[in-house]
Every structure is written in structure tokens, then in C-alpha cells.
């Protein structure tokens, strides 16, 4: 069985600062990987996901992330975050079945 | 672009009642998932289908059951509401049937219910 976990589950920051979201994940197969955004009151929005080739993805909205295979980690970061990055972030695994196990969650406060 | 739409935000229901959640998604998905979200437990998956009149149980389908008569629609029925149903329901579609992965899942907006 699939496991993600976020270690943080809350991540205040100063606005322009540098901001890093710790996933890590168990399998003991072949998964993909998936960061997602939910601004308050909506659902949730694809941010980048990890499928093969270059271990370093850049998603929407500036952010960016690092599979690490050895590590079992897939950490999200953005060099400098805005007050509309406010919001809960969510990394996913998917599995060969095309299900989805998500982490329990980070929510990001941006301090103005 | 991919709309997934969910028939209700919010909605009050009370304890024992048949509550009816629908979810429409318009990009000929194969696939479609129904999760509850809540603190601190992220999103578990009520169930799960991946073609018409197909469903399979996901991780938590005690007290809830599903419906999917058409592609486009997935339907999630708590058969009596009860007080710990109160959460926030997301329905998702992707693309492809069983057996391929790295799909992306697209979400509605999710519905919000509360069982009093």
C-alpha cells in the first residue's frame, strides 16, 4: 500500500520569503507524484506533478518541486511567496490502479 | 478546460434523512472518485468508478452508497445522515480506464454538508 506523508501541517511564512513543503511517500511500487492547492472555500487545483523524465518540475503560479527517489521525498518550494499564496496544499501519490492517496495536508499562511 | 460540478456548496440535512450528492463533469471521463475531507485527515476516498454502473469501494464506504447511470454523472447517497457525515464532500474526474495511472484528477468545488 501507497502512504504519503506531510510532516508539517502548518507553515506560517513572510511574504516574499522562500517557502519549502516537505512530502514524503512509501510504495513498494512505481507511483506518480502530485502537488494540489485548495484556496479556502474550493475544491482543489493541480499544481505540478512528477510523471518521469527531469526530477525537477515547475507547476503554475511560480512553484516548483524535487523528486528524489532515494529519498522517498517529493518537496515543494516556491524562492518567493505572495499573500495570495495563502492556502492548504496537498501532495499525492497514484498508484499503477489510478488511485490517488493524498497527505493529510499543509496549510501555508503568508504574513504580510 | 475540465469543469467538474457539484449540484450544492452547502447544504443542512438532519440526522437520519437520505442525502442525495451529485456531481457532473463534462470532459468524457472514464474515471470518477468521491472524497470527504476533513482536519487534519486530508482526503479519504468514500468510492470510486470507473465506467458506467461500475463502483468499488474506496477506503471509508461504510454508510454511504453511489450511483452512476450516465458517463457524466456520479452520484454519492448517504442512506441516514448521521452527526459524523458532517464534512466536506469532493468529487473528482480523470481520463482512461483501469489499468494506466498519472492520470490527473480534476475536483469540484466540493459541498460542504452539515447533519444536525
Known amino acids: 500500500a501507497q502512504s504519503v506523508t506531510q510532516l508539517d501541517s502548518q507553515v506560517p511564512v513572510f511574504e516574499e520569503a522562500p517557502v519549502e513543503l516537505r512530502c514524503n511517500y512509501s510504495?513498494?511500487?512505481?507511483?506518480?507524484l502530485f502537488w494540489y492547492v485548495q484556496y479556502p472555500n474550493q475544491g482543489l487545483q493541480l499544481l505540478l506533478k512528477?510523471?518521469?523524465?527531469?526530477?525537477l518540475v515547475k507547476g503554475i503560479n511560480g512553484f516548483e518541486a524535487e523528486f528524489n527517489k532515494s529519498q522517498t521525498s517529493f518537496h515543494l518550494r516556491k524562492p518567493s511567496v505572495h499573500i495570495s499564496d495563502t492556502a492548504e496544499y496537498f501532495c499525492?501519490?497514484?498508484?499503477?490502479?489510478?488511485?490517488?492517496?493524498f497527505g493529510t495536508g499543509t496549510s501555508l499562511t503568508v504574513i504580510p | 478546460d475540465v469543469k467538474v460540478t457539484q449540484s450544492s456548496r452547502y447544504l443542512v440535512k438532519r440526522t437520519g434523512e437520505k442525502v442525495f450528492l451529485e456531481c457532473v463533469q463534462d470532459?468524457?471521463?472514464?474515471?470518477m472518485f468521491w472524497y470527504r475531507q476533513d482536519p487534519g485527515l486530508g482526503l479519504r476516498l468514500i468510492y470510486f468508478?470507473?465506467?458506467?454502473?461500475?463502483?468499488e469501494k474506496g477506503d471509508i464506504p461504510e454508510g454511504y452508497s453511489v450511483s452512476r447511470e450516465k458517463k457524466e454523472r456520479f452520484s454519492l447517497i448517504l442512506e441516514s445522515a448521521s452527526t459524523n457525515q458532517t464534512s466536506m464532500y469532493l468529487c473528482?474526474?480523470?481520463?482512461?480506464?483501469?489499468?494506466?495511472?498519472?492520470?490527473?484528477?480534476?475536483f469540484g468545488p466540493g459541498t460542504r454538508l452539515l447533519v444536525l
Open positions: 473528482a474526474s480523470s481520463s482512461r480506464g483501469r489499468g494506466s495511472f498519472g492520470e490527473t484528477q480534476y
Open positions: 510504495s513498494s511500487v512505481s507511483v506518480y
Open positions: 512528477y510523471l518521469s523524465g527531469s526530477t
Open positions: 499525492a501519490v497514484s498508484d499503477p490502479g489510478n488511485q490517488f492517496y
Open positions: 470532459m468524457d471521463h472514464e474515471n
Open positions: 468508478s470507473y465506467d458506467v454502473k461500475m463502483k
